[in-house]
């Protein structure tokens, strides 16, 4: 691949992940840290929601996409490269909008891990109540 092709730019996040997604004109390619998306997500379920934006706006077999992703586990990773994708799809077609928009892949899932409070075993987990 060349660096003086055109490419669409997405960015997208999820928990504590990071995806930068390019959208290369191609046959539906998914590469995600330099290894095919099946290889690196390995689960199906992953893999399927990698792919849901692109499926969602008929666009499987036109582009090729090239995801770096850091930080957080593979389904935090997962949801920001389908993120990722689904911004890059817009900035490639403004049409593609009003059908990600209805489906909720524009928008982003604020939902993260919340913080250990003092003298509690978790987030909210209290230690046992003793009476005596």
């Known amino acids: 691949m060349t ?3 055109h490419y669409y ?4 996040r999820r928990k ?6 390019r959208l290369y004109p191609g046959d539906g390619d998914i590469t995600v840290n330099g290894r095919s998306a099946k290889d ?3 689960r199906e379920t992953l893999n399927l929601l990698v792919q849901q934006p692109l499926r969602t706006t008929d666009n499987s077999g036109r582009f090729n ?6 930080g957080g586990g593979p389904s935090g990773q997962a949801g920001a490269v389908r993120l990722g994708i689904a911004r890059a799809l817009v900035v490639a077609d403004e049409t593609n909008r009003s059908t990600l928009r209805p489906a909720g892949l524009l928008t982003r899932d604020a939902r993260v891990k919340e913080r250990k409070k003092p003298g509690l075993k978790r987030a909210r987990k209290a230690p046992q109540y003793t009476k005596r």
């Open 3 to 5: 660096t003086q092709q």
């Open 9 to 12: 730019y997405g960015l997208g």
């Open 16 to 21: 504590c992940a990071i995806a930068q997604v």
């Open 40 to 42: 690196y997500f390995g």
């Open 65 to 70: 996409v090239v995801a770096k992703v850091i």
